[in-house]
């Protein structure tokens, strides 16, 4: 897209002339700049975001070109997809997967929190405000979706080490962010837990994840509360004062991927059997992947490692079947492949996880090599 295409659809947008596939790309724009919503937003606000779209979406034209025969070609028209601003091919036929998966809708903000008490409290149909007080902790939920835990005093039993623990999920179609008790930050994605504790009273700040979590750990902290942050997961430990990264730890995923973004981490891998120790320390844009106990690093693309995170996903010569376990979790679909041999497939592209699935499927289908069906809340690949 054009300035001038852009212009004209924030003009549509203000008229309410929009329709929903153009709406849905303005959504995107709306989401870096305000999560609650599109109130309040001006024209100049829509340009900006325009401006941080383009240049994230920039890197996918520099992907490598080594791709042969149909890949080059399926490549470069997902490549050019992207490169118009994710628009969603509006003129193009209204197929039937389109018309089938219509009612497939993205997820959104989705979570339970469980209390220490054993009390449950399912957060986005809870009031805004304060939810519980236990325990030494304040939990109290925004306007904006955020679940703030604000420790307001150290009750008998975190004296006496005796520490409480809260639980929140996220389902199949869920995300959440939530602010801990030391002020670090963690996004849940998709089908993940955080377990913590009511304050981080001993000699490490220590949580336990599954799933997938994004982490900004506070180390604006007095010297006698500045201790390790500690996240386990899956057989291993990661181990910070202050940074920030992504854990991926999903039980349908071979290895365990921690990504470093800002600072540094260690990285312990627990054998199980022996009980020995593989340590890696990671440096801003390192990867370390944990497979069969062993461990190994590797340099990536960490704007694609944290898409999800910023409200889109991004694929980078990635297999299909990797692409479909997201889409699996974000959608909360079920995928069966026709073919084991489209699963190695690999695609590259971009789109805002807040569209429709039939715009993503629609997607993906323009390289040629694969179409989809969808029926009631089952994804068919199959081979074009």
């Excluded at 449950?120 to 939920?141: D, H, P, Y």
């Excluded at 992504?246 to 039980?251: A, G, T």
Aim: proline share 3%; net charge neutral.
């Amino acid at each position: 897209m054009q300035k001038k295409d852009v212009n004209d659809l924030i003009a549509k947008f203000r008229e309410g002339k929009c329709t929903e596939e153009e709406e849905t790309l303005l959504k995107y724009w709306l989401h870096h700049l305000n999560q609650q919503g599109e109130s309040g937003l001006t024209e100049g606000d829509f340009l900006e975001a325009k401006e941080q779209m383009w240049n994230e979406i920039t890197p996918i034209r520099k992907l490598r070109r080594s791709y042969a025969g149909w890949y080059a070609a399926a490549a470069a028209i997902l490549i050019l997809a992207v490169s118009f601003g994710l628009y969603f091919f509006k003129n193009g036929p209204n197929t039937q997967t389109q018309q089938m998966s219509r009612s497939i809708e993205p997820g959104g903000n989705k979570a339970v929190l469980t209390l220490a008490n054993g009390r449950q409290v399912v957060l986005n149909g809870t009031a805004n405000g304060k939810i519980a007080e236990q325990s030494g902790l304040r939990i109290s939920k925004t306007a904006d979706g955020l679940l703030v835990c604000t420790a307001v005093s150290a009750d008998r039993d975190t004296k006496n080490n005796n520490l409480q623990y809260n639980t929140i999920v996220t389902p199949k179609g869920g995300q959440y962010q939530i602010n801990l008790p030391d002020g670090s930050k963690v996004w849940l994605n998709a089908a993940s837990s955080l377990r913590f504790p009511s304050s981080f009273s001993g000699k490490e700040r220590r949580v336990e994840l599954t799933g997938e979590g994004y982490f900004e750990v506070n180390h604006a902290l007095p010297v006698a509360r500045r201790n390790p942050f500690i996240v386990s997961c899956s057989g291993q430990e990661v181990k910070v004062l202050g940074t920030h990264f992504n854990i991926s730890s999903y039980s349908d995923e071979a290895a365990v991927r921690t990504t470093l973004l800002e600072g540094s981490v260690l990285v312990d891998a627990i054998a199980q059997a022996s009980h020995v120790s593989d340590v890696v320390k990671l440096v801003p844009g390192q990867q370390s992947v944990l497979l069969n106990s062993s461990l190994k690093v590797e340099k990536v693309d960490v704007e694609s490692v944290i898409a999800w995170k910023n409200g889109y996903f991004r694929f980078n010569d990635e297999s299909l079947e990797s692409i479909m376990r997201k889409v699996e979790r974000w959608y909360d679909v079920k995928v069966e492949f026709e073919d084991a041999s489209l699963k190695y497939e690999p695609l590259a592209g971009v789109i805002t996880r807040f569209a429709n699935v039939s715009d993503l499927l629609r997607m993906m289908e323009l390289t040629g090599q694969v179409k989809f069906e969808v029926h009631e809340n089952t994804i068919r690949v199959l081979k074009n």
